[in-house]
């Protein structure tokens, strides 16, 4: 398999995760608890952390992150840590109807945009491809999300999807912006249209 499609596939595999959490509200279905779906993200994070400690500065040669990971990320934190901790960010700060369709940007909204652009690294994506995202986008949010604050969070995850600024080299990578970007814009919109705060940030109440 093409490694590209492989990543997508990777990627897209991390909507099981808030997929289970929507399933479980349906009556015929257990429910899982959105505080072990902070559990899981938490722990996903330090195990992704653990890893990349062992390959940046011990080393640790497995092909399948020489399958997964880009070549300007072999000297820096790696696409799919960044991926853990931008969906950990939006889990534990908000509540489901703001991290989850921030989730469903970053799992499904990505990989379809990337293989739209073919994987090319570009500053700014075309606009079939941002117009993609942001349709792909919406239609995850508007389920759980009034118009407005789906469409902030839409527009959101599409700028950081689609523009890859670059400091010191260093490419800022959309794996840790979408849902940092889309969870907060939601929330800002949330709490601008009279939503009290406390019902959008989690551990405020």
């Known amino acids: 398999m093409d490694d590209e499609v492989a990543r997508r596939l990777v990627h ?21 608890p959105w505080q072990v779906v902070r559990y899981v993200l938490v722990l996903g994070t330090a195990v992704a952390l653990g890893l990349e400690v062992v390959r940046l500065f011990i080393g640790l040669d497995w092909t399948i992150f020489e399958k997964l990971t880009r070549e300007y990320e072999q000297e820096n934190l790696a696409g799919y840590a960044l991926y853990i901790i931008g969906g950990t960010f939006a889990g534990l700060l908000f509540v489901p109807a703001v991290a989850v369709p921030a989730m469903y940007m970053l799992t499904i909204g990505d990989p379809i945009s990337g293989l739209l652009g073919s994987g090319e690294l570009r500053t700014v994506k075309p606009p079939r491809v941002l117009g993609t995202m942001f349709l792909v986008s919406l239609a995850f949010a508007v389920p759980f999300l009034p118009v407005v604050a789906a469409v902030a969070a839409a527009v959101a995850a599409t700028l950081a999807d689609g523009v890859k600024p670059v400091v010191a080299t260093y490419v800022i990578d959309d794996n840790l912006t979408i849902p940092i970007l889309a969870s907060v814009a939601a929330a800002i919109v949330l709490v601008a249209t009279g939503e009290p705060i406390d019902a959008v940030v989690t551990g405020l109440a």
């Not at 897209?12 to 899982?32: C, F, H, I, N, Y």
Request: proline letters at 10%; a negative charge.
């Open 12 to 32: 897209a595999s991390g909507a099981v995760l808030p997929t289970a959490w929507v399933v479980g509200q349906l009556d015929a279905v257990p429910e899982l």
